[in-house]
């Protein structure tokens, strides 16, 4: 069966019919199957099929036409080029991903439909081509772009894990916080589609942008927004979630291992350094191809905080388009603590030379903090500022949260060794944020 797809030129923003014999395949027309070695016992194959991309792109998206998926019954979506690179998706998750698939690496993904039980299992499907993003061509270097790459993993100068990419309708940038919840940009609401961590660099040849594995690929839970109806410039936030990854059932926190301090006392930095860090995925356009690695894939700048007043922090530091919505954050040792949402450009458009941000101390956005962490309080002995157990200032030792802590609180300790002396508590369930906690 010939369907017709659309793809977008970002150019002139026309939409171009494209067809392709092989673009789209239904458990009514299987072809040949790879045995992926999936126990018998887990579910029976029902069919398969492969789905190519018209456009013979390192990445593609299948988009289920139909899927009844009964009982535990799920389906496998596996790049043909790469098998280790696979989402498994059952009818819960594939409603969650609005009958979508992750980004597969191209330009073939083969789709086995199991049964499981006997219960009902068919697939219908075709490459699902989105919208191309749109960019913004304004730029906001403050000079020189000085933005590092920051693409490995396991680099924690960068919190290269605590940071993520959103892949939709335009680019932005969100981090994770301790409650295991994410921070960006309230004008980045419209972008929500995928959130993705451990991103690799772009393409050096073609600037093409790269994905992780779909093990590090969540889609947004719309049940799970907190954020400012009407943004501008100090009042420009959001916090969400997202579902567990139907891969690993693990959500970003417990996956990543990583999260940023968050901190409303930002007037410290000034007497300290006056440095301030960013994270961000902003673009590289318009720069010598030299920069193509790093267009769209994770970068951390350094710059000078120059004022926060009020619930608006100005700032000199690198951006660009895509960088909404990341961290603005000072580095205690091997901690990151942010103090800001970066949401605005300005350095290469105004005579004042700055960017600007949405300042932790804005009241909606404690609001909504507290909202989404009630019933929790934090311990954190490698928080700069202790205080009454909120993530804005957690209690600096486990047994102050003890003896401090509302009966019935879930009190959630940050990695770290703690001394105490005797734990007491009525109903005080003691949980590490992640990692290891040891009480000493």
């Keep these: 069966m010939m369907r017709t797809l659309f793809t977008t030129c970002l150019a002139v923003l026309t939409l171009v019919p494209v067809a392709w014999a092989q673009s789209n395949g239904s458990c009514d027309t299987p072809n040949e199957c790879v045995d992926l070695g999936i126990d018998p016992s887990e579910g029976t194959l029902v069919c398969c099929f492969t789905l190519v991309d018209p456009l013979q792109l390192d990445w593609l998206r299948v988009r289920f036409t139909q899927l009844d998926l009964g009982g535990d019954s799920f389906v496998i979506l596996r790049s043909v080029t790469d098998p280790e690179n696979y989402q498994r998706l059952d009818a819960v998750s594939a409603a969650q991903w609005q009958n979508r698939s992750a980004f597969l690496r191209g330009p073939e993904v083969q789709v086995q439909v199991y049964a499981v039980a006997g219960a009902a299992a068919f697939a219908e499907a075709e490459v699902y081509l989105p919208q191309a993003e749109l960019t913004s061509l304004k730029r906001d270097l403050c000079g020189q772009d000085d933005r590092q790459l920051c693409a490995d993993p396991d680099d924690d100068t960068c919190a290269q894990r605590a940071v993520a990419r959103f892949v939709g309708l335009g680019p932005c940038t969100a981090w ?62 959001m916090i969400f979630r997202v579902y567990p990854n139907p891969n690993t059932g693990l959500m970003p926190l417990e996956a990543q291992q990583a999260f940023f301090r968050v901190s409303d006392q930002g007037d410290h930095l000034k007497d300290m350094s006056n440095e301030l860090f960013n994270s961000g995925f902003g673009t590289t356009q318009g720069q010598p191809s030299g920069h193509r690695q790093r267009h769209k894939a994770m970068q951390t700048g350094e710059g000078e905080l120059l004022e926060i007043a009020g619930t608006t922090v100005t700032h000199r530091i690198d951006t660009e388009s895509g960088s909404s919505g990341s961290p603005l954050y000072e580095r205690i040792g091997e901690t990151q603590v942010s103090i800001a949402i970066h949401t605005n450009g300005g350095c290469d458009s105004n005579i004042f030379l700055r960017n600007h941000g949405t300042s932790l101390r804005n009241l909606g956005w404690q609001a909504a903090l507290a909202r989404t962490t009630s019933g929790e309080r934090y311990v954190d002995g490698a928080h700069p500022v202790p205080g009454n157990g909120s993530l804005l200032g957690p209690y600096a030792d486990v047994q102050d949260g003890v003896d401090l802590a509302p009966d019935g609180t879930r009190l959630l300790i ?10 007491r508590g009525e109903g005080i369930v003691l949980e590490p944020i992640h990692g290891t906690v040891i009480l000493d």
């Design 176 to 237: 994770l916080i301790g409650s295991g919840d994410l921070v960006s940009a309230g004008h980045c609401f419209d972008n929500l589609e995928i959130l993705e961590f451990q991103v690799p660099a772009t393409n050096a040849n073609t600037a093409h942008i790269n994905h992780p594995h779909p093990d590090h690929q969540y889609a947004f839970d719309p049940a799970g927004i907190e954020r400012v109806p009407k943004w501008e410039i100090g009042d420009d936030w």
């Design 414 to 423: 940050a990695p770290g060794t703690y001394q105490t002396d005797v734990l």
